[in-house]
């Protein structure tokens, strides 16, 4: 028997969804001006369980509040985040990176009631009364200056982000990039590359070019262009550069001996490499280990995939354990592949890359291992390259010390992607219809395809993680950078734990309490409501 035919929307009905369509616009075109003014002029990055708001269109921002619903069991109102970003835009904050969505939930899950001004200045206590651009210990320093030695894939990737975040109260400044020149038009046409990408599209500003001094002014940041032909040929110093970090994005030198060469170079301090490094070079995933940028001269962001793959390796080993894996990465073409067949050094890689696909060795396992310690021994790697420009997929085969069912185990990759401390670099997402230019541009490390999970409840386990392994690897590079030159800026709302440690530095204390709503007293005989996370989040299964 045939469906009824559902009723036809009424020409009330049609204008109500216009209505409320255009309010929400309207709502969102509202907090552009005050998303940009909290930016330039007080360091404050606002974001959407995760997603940074600053430089997003309208639309942009509708988008974002309708992804909340991945969080939450409805989506989160346009106008509640106006109103936050309203006291926000009064109030004197530090700089900080502070997320509206969560703050929306603890409010509305708040029992007293409280005020939104009343409570934000408790929530957003790390931050306030500090100066502006001011960081919770003190004057925050100048902008660092950042040299790109080459200007490829990655250096121009890069090049976008730092221009995208540059600022007066920037922590990054990008001051040079370092080339081989390759004949009179060499400046001309690498502007045209940053201006124009058949990838990822069209700058978002304007690029100006001066051959007579050698430099390009992108989006008011002046950057100079140097030529040289060894790392240690080059002296930033009388370009007026002190203190830099070098990001090595060539990945012709992967040993410290190598890299060491860039600390030769008067003006320069550190050294990043955009590759997998070997001997004793820290091979860092943001996230994972982090903490071994301290004050190593040289380190290294290991590779696209390395990033990909151990943020998810991570959560599923601490909550499972893993006897064994074996990654099998589908990546795009890169150029070091032929265009046409003609003599590579290396296996299969002299054959056509838009013909066929090639399979090559990769060291992303060995990567992993380095980064988790715990995993050595037990992973293995190989890699297929195919005919695609960007985006690329690992697929993770892995045998678990305990049986897991596939929802267990997608449930704790989408939590780990909404409320983790890993949810800068994994992403999650369930939908029949996506295939890899859905990645394209995509911020997180990673982002696991939870239909496509493979669990029976037994030990035996595949999962699927895309990555776009340009711009989703140099947002974990650029991470870096920021750990280089002092940090990122504190994120609020803080966690009950990030809580008591602020106060315990601060000479107080924060009393043990349950993990429902309350109100507790410090030390210093200020009362603040604090929730334990995630209880304000409520999400959906």
């Known amino acids: 028997m045939a469906n009824p035919p559902s009723a036809t929307p009424s020409a009330a009905d049609r204008a109500r969804l216009q209505r409320a369509w255009t309010d929400k616009l309207a709502a969102a075109e509202a907090m552009v001006p005050l998303i940009g003014r909290l930016y330039r002029r007080d360091d404050i990055v606002t974001s959407v369980y995760g997603r940074p708001l600053v430089g997003e269109s309208p639309i942009g921002i509708v988008k974002a509040h309708r992804s909340t619903r991945r969080v939450d069991e409805t989506e989160l109102p346009v106008t509640e985040s106006l109103a936050i970003l309203t006291e926000l835009d009064a109030m004197t904050l530090s700089s900080a990176s502070v997320d509206l969505a969560d703050l929306a939930a603890r409010h509305r899950a708040d029992p007293l009631g409280t005020p939104l001004r009343e409570f934000l200045d408790d929530e957003l206590f790390l931050a306030r009364g500090a100066a502006p651009h001011d960081g919770p210990d003190g004057p925050r320093p100048a902008p660092r200056d950042v040299v790109l ?19 007066e109260h920037a922590p990054l400044a990008l001051r040079a990039v370092v080339v081989r020149r390759r004949g009179p038009d060499d400046l001309v046409k690498r502007a045209s590359l940053l201006r124009r990408d058949s990838i990822h599209g069209p700058f978002a500003g304007t690029v100006t070019v001066d051959p007579e001094h050698d430099t390009i002014t992108a989006n008011g940041t002046l950057i100079q262009f140097l030529s040289a032909d060894a790392p240690s040929a080059v002296d930033y110093r009388a370009h ?27 003006g320069a301090a550190r050294v990043l490499l955009t590759a997998p490094g070997t001997g004793g070079v820290p091979n860092v995933v943001h996230g994972i280990n982090h903490d071994q940028v301290g004050d190593a001269p040289v380190v290294s962001a290991a590779s696209c995939t390395t990033n990909a793959i151990v943020p998810v390796l991570k959560a599923v080993s601490d909550a499972y354990g893993v006897v064994h894996g074996h990654v099998e990465t589908v990546h795009s073409a890169t150029n070091d592949q032929n265009l046409v067949d003609n003599y590579h050094p290396a296996d299969r890689r002299g054959r056509a890359a ?11 396992a060995r990567a992993a291992e380095k980064a988790l310690p ?88 595949v999962l699927y993680v895309w990555y776009d392994n340009e711009s989703g690897y140099s947002r974990q590079v650029h991470r870096i950078l920021q750990e280089m030159a002092g940090g990122r800026p504190t994120a609020l709302p803080a966690t009950p734990a ?5 106060a315990r530095l601060a000479g107080g204390s924060l009393q043990t309490c349950g993990t429902s709503e309350r109100s507790c007293s410090t030390s210093t005989g200020r009362s603040s409501t604090i929730e334990a996370r995630p209880g304000a989040v409520q999400r959906s299964s």
């Open 498 to 502: 990030g809580r008591r440690a602020a």
């Open 149 to 167: 030695y080459g200007f490829g894939r990655i250096g121009r990737m890069l090049a976008r982000i730092l221009l995208e975040r540059a600022g």
């Open 240 to 266: 007026g550069i002190e203190d830099a970090i070098v990001v090595d994005t060539t990945g012709r030198w992967r040993d410290a001996e190598g890299l060491e060469q860039h600390l030769l170079a008067p």
């Open 374 to 461: 715990e995993l050595r021994g037990r992973l293995t790697g190989n890699a297929v390259r195919v005919p695609t420009p960007n985006v690329s997929l690992a697929v993770l085969h892995l045998t678990l010390a305990r049986p897991v069912t596939r929802d267990a185990l997608n449930g704790l990759l989408r939590d780990a992607s909404l409320t983790s401390s890993l949810r800068r670099q994994i992403d999650y997402v369930e939908s029949p219809e996506v295939v890899s230019t859905d990645f394209l541009g995509s911020r997180r490390a990673g982002v696991v395809d939870g239909l496509a999970t493979i669990a029976d409840g037994s030990e035996h386990v």
């Open 354 to 364: 838009g013909l066929n696909m090639v399979i090559t060795a990769t060291g992303a």
